[in-house]
T-cell receptor, first 116, second 113 residues
Framework: AQKITQTQPGMFVQEKEAVTLDCTYD???????LFWYKQPSSGEMIFLIY??????QNATEGRYSLNFQKARKSANLVISASQLGDSAMYFC?????????????FGKGITLSVRP | DAGITQSPRYKITETGRQVTLMCHQT?????MFWYRQDLGHGLRLIYY???????DKGEVPDGYVVSRSKTENFPLTLESATRSQTSVYFC????????????FGPGTRLTVL
């Protein structure tokens, strides 16, 4: 079974509107971390936001927020007030385990296009 | 400048040749990682290292070799390149600790003819 599932096809959003990118995960660990990364067309991977499994509050970083629903095992990224520069591929990732065995598993990504 | 760098950025090689991709970070991060990115697969972990002289296999290690004699360097070697290893390779690092994000290098685009 996939550990990280991102099933949305290419997403489109109008500039200045909000958009939600879906991510579901599968783990039997109690302690884990969830990450979102952005990959623009230039290719670099940019860290956006982190949510720990024990965090009670949803993480926020500027225009990015993570809608964490632990019981549903979902960690959706919400981008408010979309900008043209938000057009990119977005990857959800999960880190399980601690210490030397801690590894990051990525989903297959979602393409977001922001329309002017 | 501080950061994580990869070299070369682009490489074309032939089937059967040995290729080494270099990764260097200036943060003294304990953890370093190698991923490959292929269309439809996202990023998949090849090898990782928790510290100098400690390495372990990831999801897709076959055909690759790593070493880490110094904390700042983590080279990835394709011992006998195959066409299926054509990909974009990313190196990443993170400080020790469960909650630390990984910082990625710019990537190396490798083509095996």
């Amino acid at each position: 079974a996939q550990k990280i599932t991102q099933t949305q096809p290419g997403m489109f959003v109008q500039e200045k509107e909000a958009v939600t990118l879906d991510c579901t995960y599968d783990t039997s660990d109690q302690s884990y971390g969830l990450f979102w990364y952005k990959q623009p067309s230039s290719g670099e991977m940019i860290f956006l936001i982190y949510q720990g499994s024990y965090d009670e509050q949803n993480a926020t970083e500027g225009r990015y927020s993570l809608n964490f629903q632990k019981a549903r095992k979902s960690a959706n990224l919400v981008i408010s007030a979309s900008q043209l520069g938000d057009s990119a591929m977005y990857f959800c990732a999960m880190r399980e385990g601690t210490g030397a065995n801690s590894k990051l598993t990525f989903g297959k990504g979602i393409t977001l296009s922001v329309r002017p | 400048d501080a950061g994580i760098t990869q070299s070369p950025r682009y490489k074309i090689t032939e089937t059967g040749r040995q290729v080494t991709l270099m990764c260097h970070q200036t943060w003294s991060h304990s953890y370093m990682f190698w991923y490959r990115q292929d269309l439809g697969h996202g990023l998949r972990l090849i090898y990782y290292s928790a510290a100098a002289d400690i390495t372990d296999k990831g999801e897709v290690p076959d055909g690759y070799v790593v070493s880490r004699s110094k904390t700042e360097n983590f080279p990835l070697t394709l011992e006998s390149a195959t066409r299926s290893q054509t990909s974009v390779y990313f190196c990443a690092s993170s400080s020790s600790g469960f909650y630390n994000e990984q910082f990625f290098g710019p990537g190396t685009r490798l083509t095996v003819l």
